[in-house]
């Protein structure tokens, strides 16, 4: 147990460490509803993004609404696309539009904040948002590939903010990673050792599977080309640049940092440890080789840690053939965690953690223990509404993992476009290739 309290001591110093000397903006000091007041009557929510992953965000808190009547209550919406925030109004009846997030920050109905923008604004808004006193769900990832010193930022101003924090891995709505990191922690493993997972899917989510909205559209008063881009490099105006922006490194990172914060969080949370020392990855465009394609499609990576563990996550878009561990999520495999004494994982049947101890003399015996619930995201936005309502910030997917996740797939996305190992520099808080 003298093992455990130092891993965890570890992680609280290297947090604080890699945000020490940062400079950050101005943080809301304020008071605000999402602040001080009860939140039990009515919780306003507004989105900042209204594309196809916040319609799915609307469809949970409806279902919150409606059938299990979670009081909240539908109250502004943003996007920088006109029609496609005033479609986003009607289904919703939200009596406030715009164009602008800071006008919907500026809104005090607004409790609460969903973040379902391309990844390069998100750091930006969820910042923002925290430091107008809102409780904040933000799509993964936190951050885009580019932006570490901006995830360095975010991480401060959600520690300063009274207010809850989710990133949206919504993995860690998995009740089996949850026993799995008691299970750690009340040592059944031994001192930790490795942490295995994957992702496998078929599908470039980009050219076929992001829709473009209208194909004649045109940067003016109805779309705001400048505010989509935001701080990316500044680029002629495209539909394909807009609407389908998960093909281009300006905004996204291909799988790494798109479907790798689902099965990397829980790992990095179970076994409890903090920053990487290195990183090494290796991947590309191995199979939708097309012209509007810049991010890769298969990519993998392996962490070292100074507690002495592994992590590593293979991965493809290419080919979702179903490996041994069996699915916890679309695409997602469930991983495996080794020990000194032993090993986790989860029954092909995904109804219980199994424990294999190592063969030796003093082996401890196999064990089994049935997993309390599967993911449901929809449980993840309640667990962030009952945060808000009851002034915690104990959120099951917090910005300090999401930092320690985030850290990881940006130091691979690095050593993966340079060729490189990428090194997080302890003193000097940085990521250096």
Same mark, same amino acid.
């Given at each position: 147990m003298e093992q455990l309290k130092?891993?965890?001591?570890?992680?609280?110093?290297?947090?604080?460490?890699a945000l020490a000397g940062v400079?950050?903006?101005q943080v809301f000091t304020g008071t605000t509803r999402a602040q001080g007041a009860n939140l039990n009557s009515r919780i306003g929510v507004g989105f900042i993004g209204c594309g196809g992953r916040a319609g799915s965000h609307m469809g949970m808190l409806e279902h919150l609404k409606n059938d299990e009547k979670v009081p909240i209550e539908?109250?502004?919406?943003?996007?920088?696309?006109?029609?496609? +925030?005033?479609?986003?109004k009607a289904r919703l009846r939200a009596p406030y539009a715009?164009? =602008? /997030? %800071?006008? +919907?920050?500026?809104?005090?109905?607004?409790?609460?904040?969903?973040?379902?923008?391309? =990844? /390069? %604004?998100?750091?930006?808004?969820?910042?923002?948002?925290?430091?107008?006193?809102?409780?904040?769900?933000?799509?993964?990832?936190?951050?885009?590939?580019r932006q570490f010193e901006l995830t360095k930022k975010l991480a401060e101003v959600a520690t300063?903010?009274?207010?809850?924090?989710?990133?949206?891995a919504q993995a860690m709505s998995d009740g089996a990673w949850h026993q799995m990191k008691k299970l750690v922690q009340q040592g059944l493993i031994g001192q930790p050792l490795f942490g295995e997972t994957s992702y496998f899917r078929v599908g470039d989510w980009g050219e076929r599977g992001m829709h473009v909205d209208d194909p004649n559209a045109k940067p003016g008063s109805d779309l705001n080309w400048e505010a989509f881009l935001g701080d990316a490099p500044k680029r002629e105006f495209s539909v394909d640049r807009l609407f389908r922006w998960r093909l281009f490194e300006d905004y996204a990172g291909g799988p790494v940092t798109?479907?790798?914060?689902?099965?990397?969080?829980?790992?990095?949370?179970?076994l409890g440890v903090g920053f990487p020392e290195a990183v090494v990855a290796v991947g590309g465009i191995h199979r939708y080789n097309y012209e509007l394609r810049e991010v890769p499609d298969t990519f993998n990576l392996l962490a070292q840690y100074p507690e002495k563990v592994t992590i590593s996550v293979l991965g493809t878009q290419a080919n979702d053939f179903n490996t041994p561990q069996p699915h916890?999520?679309?695409?997602?495999?469930?991983?495996?965690?080794?020990?000194?004494?032993?090993?986790?994982?989860?029954?092909?049947?995904?109804?219980?953690i199994i424990f294999t101890p190592l063969r030796?003399?003093?082996?401890?015996p196999d064990q089994r223990f049935p997993i309390e619930h599967g993911e449901n995201n929809t449980e993840l936005w309640r667990n962030l509404i009952e945060c808000a309502q009851q002034g915690r910030k104990d959120t099951w997917s917090p910005m300090d993992l999401a930092f320690r996740t985030q850290t990881v797939l940006q130091m691979a996305a690095l050593a993966q476009r340079k060729g490189a190992v990428a090194h997080f520099d302890a003193q000097l808080k940085k990521i250096i290739i």
């Open positions: 130092t891993r965890r001591e570890f992680i609280k110093t290297s947090v604080a460490g400079a950050l903006p539908f109250v502004a919406v943003c996007d920088i696309y006109r029609p496609r +925030l005033e479609k986003a715009y164009m =602008d /997030h %800071h006008e +919907l920050l500026a809104n005090k109905a607004v409790d609460i904040v969903c973040i379902a923008t391309p =990844d /390069h %604004h998100h750091g930006y808004q969820a910042m923002d948002a925290l430091q107008a006193g809102k409780h904040v769900y933000c799509e993964k990832p936190i951050t885009h590939w300063q903010s009274s207010c809850a924090f989710v990133c949206g798109d479907l790798y914060p689902h099965c990397l969080t829980p790992v990095i949370d179970i916890r999520g679309a695409g997602m495999r469930a991983p495996t965690i080794r020990g000194w004494d032993g090993a986790l994982t989860i029954d092909h049947n995904n109804k219980e030796e003399k003093d082996a401890k």
